[in-house]
């Protein structure tokens, strides 16, 4: 499908200023920032791609097997994304928070990682949800079936805005005051989503795309060398392209 045969959405983002969306607390040390940084960008990237999904979607052609495979293999990309998001929180992150966090916040905590949990749970399941209505609609190719993926997309979108909106106000505050450099640095290094090397680029450019300029300052100086490199080279071409053809319209400068 060309570009010029996909609607464009009216919802293409635009970079935040650096104090939009920032936690209460401001962090200590420069590996906090970047934790809360990345924690911020990551969510504010899925909240917006979830959103164009379903709004994509409800006015994607019937029976247009590329177009269909286009959407729900976007979803399948994001839903991975996020996955591995929550996993890292789950194995890594909040750990090192109780751990490095003083005792008398301990309670505090760990009432809201009770919280969080039982959210991040329900959008594991609702994941799950979107999954069944892509292979649905990738089957049928029908309007209900394509309907009921948007719809999908739409209500997981919902849940994410809510449960990523209490976890900034609540966690990342901490997160910023009581995370260690060391911690960090571990974290960072050991947790790769499995993901190819356009798959890599495309997330790296829908990360940048709304951040603010300070946000978009410490996720580039965090990659490797190479992987700037790549992203300067062809990344950004890249990244432009793909989006277009999703969207069609481009992306935020």
Known sequence: MTATAVRPTTLIPVPRSPGDGAPAATPRDP???R??????????????????????????PVGEAERTAALTGHSELISRVLLHHHAVERESVWPVLLRTAPADRAGEIRAALDEWTASCARIDHMLRDVATAARQWQVAGTAQARDAFAAACSALADAVETQTVEEERTLLPMLGEYLQPADWAAIARSSHCNLSAR????????????????????????LPRSARMAWRMNGGRYY??????????????
Request: include cysteine; proline fraction near 3%; glycine fraction near 6%.
């Open 31 to 33: 590996a906090a920032y």
């Open 35 to 60: 934790a809360v940084g990345y924690q911020r960008v990551l969510h504010q990237l899925v909240r917006r791609e979830l959103r164009l999904l379903a709004e994509l979607a409800t006015w994607a």
């Open 199 to 222: 798959e890599q680029l495309l997330v790296l450019g829908l990360a940048l795309e709304d951040a603010c300029a300070d946000d978009r300052a410490r996720l580039l100086e965090g």
């Open 240 to 253: 432009r392209s793909a989006v277009v053809r999703l969207r069609g319209a481009p992306p935020a400068s």
